[in-house]
């Protein structure tokens, strides 16, 4: 055991990733010395473009300069960073004050397979607010395990496989489908039938169906193959006041707040809708478009929330009595989280020495142009697409990214195989988000990292890369395999996949 606990010490995230780094440097060294390139077609202004991408060697004098003046830049522009800052900040003053204790006190009730089937659900409807479900969703998830005496760090795995395996599904449409979707009709119109239109709820039925069939089998998997892992901590009784009035009072205030925001999002009344991007036409791009303010302060909405509605139940029970004792509670998170930050500089690193070099890119190129010159169709040709897009998303785990350049030649592949762009872009997304769960060039897989670190009350429990990988690595396979299922039973069966939306043209 000590053995295996020096190795893991020594070859722990931090480390991985340097050495990933370095053999990504080393892999653009090879790459373009064999000049290794390929053929990246994507539509510009409505017409198909190919362009050829070659390799960036990392060890020229361009990839060292890059190294040396891009280091602060690359970390300031780590997108998780102020996320998850913010996100310790909310949480460490709503621990604090009790709050959150005595709204999931309850739970410790309630059977071990019924928790882990409610946050796999949460999981899945969290999609509709994006990569920002990973941030609120993660480390609430492990508060909660800690007050109702499970392992804080399975509530966070658990949390994690609930994301990123249902971020195809849920109960509604979500920003990112909105994008693919814009994309997909384009990839349509230009080559095969000029009259399709997307739209966004044309995967709806789907979408409920297998959040309705997925969330118990994954929920089942997460409880055979990863719980028995955890031990089964002590019950912390907590010395914090209980104060039912206080319950009250936030709830009050919590309210109000929710109403003001349903104003502020709201378009069409006086003065209402002004963090509303307006130049927009769906009322999902007013919300969540680069430049919509909603988008822009949905982490300082959660934040304020937080702050007040803790404030006002710390006040009461006078768990907080001091504005000097609320003041520090914003900091409680943040005091052990120097190892998240730094897991997340180092990461950063890694991604734009990646993105630099251009490998995933031609990685991608690559596999779409394999899958381009298969002679297959029908439920062979969707298999094949998940598979692929799996590996290209351990590359490139960038959504919009991979599909900018899958889309103009798959959408058009599949539409000639009779498969509808709806189910393709439907198909695309299950996958991308099996791949997500066991890369360590996804943002969020880092994050999920800290978080189990900053979570890890057991000392015996080593947190490393490729261990939480092999961990949950059962759980993916046998998830990807009745994902592969459903999707075919429900192609083969030609259900409608959605409003106005079908699988088979």
């Not at 909603?294 to 937080?306: A, D, R, S, V, W």
């Not at 998240?340 to 990461?347: D, K, S, V, Y």
């Not at 762009?421 to 099996?434: H, K, L, N, R, S």
């Not at 060039?441 to 092999?470: C, P």
Request: hydrophobic share 55%; aromatic share 12%; proline share 4%.
């Amino acid at each position: 055991m000590r053995k295996r606990n020096r190795k893991n010490k020594i070859f722990g995230p931090i480390t991985v990733m340097i050495i990933i780094s370095v053999l990504i440097i080393l892999a653009s060294f090879i790459a373009s010395m064999f000049s290794i390139q390929a053929d990246k077609t994507i539509i510009n202004n409505g017409v198909l473009e190919t362009s050829l991408s070659t390799v960036n060697n990392f060890l020229s004098l361009d990839g060292i300069k890059y190294l040396f003046s891009n280091t602060i830049l690359n970390f300031q522009m780590f997108e998780p960073l102020v996320m998850v800052i913010i996100s310790l900040i909310a949480f460490g003053v709503a621990d604090t004050s009790g709050l959150l204790q005595l709204v999931f006190k309850p739970l410790r009730n309630v059977k071990s397979s019924t928790v882990t089937l409610f946050v796999v659900f949460l999981g899945f409807i969290s999609s509709i607010i994006g990569e920002y479900s990973f941030v609120i969703l993660l480390p609430l998830v492990g508060l909660v395990y800690r007050y109702i005496g499970r392992n804080s760090v399975l509530g966070i795995i658990t949390a994690f496989l609930g994301i990123t395996l249902g971020y195809a599904s849920g109960a509604i449409f979500n920003y990112d489908q909105y994008l693919l979707g814009t994309l997909t009709e384009v990839a349509a119109t230009i080559d095969v039938d000029p009259s399709y239109k997307y739209n966004n709820l044309s995967t709806l039925y789907i979408m409920l169906a297998s959040m309705i069939v997925l969330v118990p089998i994954i929920s089942k998997l997460i409880d055979v193959l990863i719980a028995p892992k955890f031990k089964k901590p002590l019950i912390e009784e907590s010395d914090m006041s209980v104060s039912k009035r206080g319950l009250t009072y936030s709830l009050v205030a919590l309210g109000i707040m929710l109403l003001l925001l349903a104003y502020l999002i709201i378009p069409g009344m006086p003065g209402s809708g002004i963090l509303l991007d307006n130049s927009q036409t769906e009322y999902i791009a007013m919300l969540f478009s680069e430049t919509a303010p909603f988008k822009e302060g949905i982490m300082l909405i959660f934040l304020l929330i937080m702050m007040v509605c803790s404030f006002v139940y710390g006040k009461i029970s006078k768990n907080l009595e001091t504005s000097q004792g609320f003041t520090e509670s914003l900091s409680k998170c943040l005091q052990n989280s120097g190892y998240l930050l730094a897991l997340m500089f180092f990461a950063s690193q890694m991604y734009a020495i990646l993105e630099w070099t251009n490998l995933g890119e031609i990685i991608v190129c690559k596999l779409v142009e394999f899958l381009s010159l298969m002679q297959t169709s029908g439920v062979l040709l969707i298999i094949m697409f998940i598979i692929l897009v799996i590996v290209m998303t351990i590359f490139v785990p960038s959504t919009l990214a991979k599909w900018t350049v899958v889309s103009p030649l798959i959408v058009p592949l599949f539409m000639r195989a009779n498969i509808t762009p709806d189910m393709t872009q439907f198909v695309f997304q299950v996958a991308d988000g099996i791949g997500k769960t066991i890369t360590p060039l996804f943002a969020f897989f880092i994050v999920m990292l800290g978080f189990m670190h900053n979570n890890n009350a057991d000392e015996d429990y080593s947190i490393s890369l490729f261990g939480t990988i092999k961990l949950i690595m059962p759980t993916v396979l046998i998830s990807t395999a009745f994902w592969i299922i459903f999707v075919a039973i429900w192609y083969l069966a030609g259900f409608p996949i959605g409003i106005s939306g079908s699988s088979i043209l």
